[in-house]
């Protein structure tokens, strides 16, 4: 959860007034190095987070273990590029718990 817009000018304009960035993040409850970001900030509204692009495609690799049931987590890594543990998490998270519970 990010701060306030309100907090954000309240506290950099304490600091711009005169206050120390220590006494700024002491009264706010603030960390000294996110007002340090503030005021060299072109603007203090919140900028919204950057959607992760990922290695693996879940939806891919979803078709692929219906297309192959039988392949295991090392040819699926080797398949797609990614290390073997990068599979078992996203066969966990897609709740394919065996290989002949694949996808139906």
Known sequence: MSYSVDL????V??????????????????????????????????RPALERRRKLDK????????????????ERAAHFGVHINAIWVALKKLKVTKKNDALR
């Not at 007034?17 to 006494?23: D, E, I, P, R």
């Open 8 to 11: 954000r000018e309240r506290v």
């Open 59 to 74: 939806a891919a690799l979803a078709a692929h273990v219906r297309d192959f049931p039988d392949a295991s987590l090392k």
């Open 13 to 46: 304009g304490f600091v711009r007034g005169g206050g120390s960035l220590t006494q700024a993040a002491a009264l706010f409850q603030v960390g000294r190095t996110t007002i340090h970001r503030w005021l060299n900030a072109p603007d203090l509204h919140p």
